[in-house]
């Protein structure tokens, strides 16, 4: 990933994580990923292909996946 991109994403995480958490739960996500405008279908997709630890949490770099897939889109 470029620096750029991880700089960004990391600020994105920031914002969508409980503070202190190294991670994203599912309530803190569906919030944040709502504001893409995406359809709820289209973000449990990206969900499932980014969660590879939890289906309960995406880490740092599952969170990064799922903001790449949300911007492809």
């Known amino acids: 990933m470029v620096g750029r991109d991880h700089g960004h ?3 994105m995480m ?3 994580a409980v503070p202190g958490e ?12 709502k504001k893409s405008g995406l359809p709820v279908d289209k973000l449990k997709e990206f969900w499932k ?8 949490f995406l880490t ?6 799922a903001l790449r897939l949300i911007a492809y889109e």
Do not use: C, H, P
């Open 9 to 11: 994403y990391s600020n």
């Open 49 to 56: 292909i980014a969660a590879r630890t939890s289906n309960e």
């Open 60 to 65: 740092k770099d599952e969170f990064y996946v």
């Open 14 to 16: 920031s914002l969508a």
């Open 22 to 33: 190294n991670k994203v739960g599912g309530k803190e996500a569906v919030i944040f990923f």
